[in-house]
């Protein structure tokens, strides 16, 4: 089994530096108070229940519903854990650098004709649920797919994919600058995808 470790990931640049798509304030709060809260209530959760890091893995997700506990400590657990590993990963697939790069390139090429029409099918899954949700791409059987999840739910609690990207559509993530333009958000955040770490997600590189 391996464990995950039970902290907060850093942010690997500054705050800034996803602006003009993801403004400073937004990724401020965002990280500070939605992550740190996602992240402290899992932990409480864990001590309340008496339950240790070392037992926490990639796998903890699927036995949530067969822990000796009350429902209400359940549905905590599934929530605060999603947003604290949706969180961590949604740090990292962002970057103010990262290029589409050739091979990957080729491989949305395969699936979905071109880079534009993954663009609009992932970008029309992230617009199209009612509430808070995330959309997400993720490596099915060597083939490429795209779901959506309500809350902080994500594709490892139903199926056992690799997720390759995921992007968060709560009002948190973008109404500081975007207030209700949730596509321009979007269309925005687009730019800031960090194709080298989907890339490593794809070739099958497990970890924070
Ligand atoms: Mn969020």
Not at 70 to 78: C, F, G, I, P
Not at 157 to 166: E, I, K, P, S, Y
């Amino acid at each position: 089994m391996t464990t995950l470790p039970l902290k907060m990931i850093d942010l690997p640049y500054d705050r800034d530096a996803l602006e003009p798509h993801i403004d400073r304030a937004t990724m401020c709060y965002h990280y500070k108070n939605h992550y740190w809260g996602y992240y402290s209530k899992f932990v409480n959760a864990l001590k309340e229940i008496g339950i240790g890091a070392s037992e926490i893995d990639l796998e903890f997700f699927y036995r949530i519903d067969d822990l000796d506990i009350e429902d209400s400590y359940k549905q905590l657990l599934k929530n605060n854990w999603g947003g604290r590993w949706n969180h961590s990963m949604f740090w990292q697939w962002m970057s103010p650098s990262a290029k589409l790069g050739t091979a990957f390139k080729k491989i949305l090429e395969n699936e979905f004709w071109s880079e534009e029409s993954f663009r609009d099918k992932f970008l029309s899954a992230a617009m199209g649920r009612f509430g808070s949700w995330w959309a997400w791409l993720v490596k099915k059987d060597e083939r490429l797919v795209i779901y959506s999840t309500p809350n902080q739910d994500n594709p490892l609690m139903r199926w056992d994919f690799q997720v390759l990207l995921g992007v968060d559509v709560w009002e948190h993530a973008y109404y500081l600058k975007y207030q209700f333009r949730r596509d321009e958000y979007l269309r925005n955040w687009w730019n800031t995808i960090n194709w080298e770490r989907v890339e490593q997600l794809w070739n099958g590189y497990e970890g924070f």
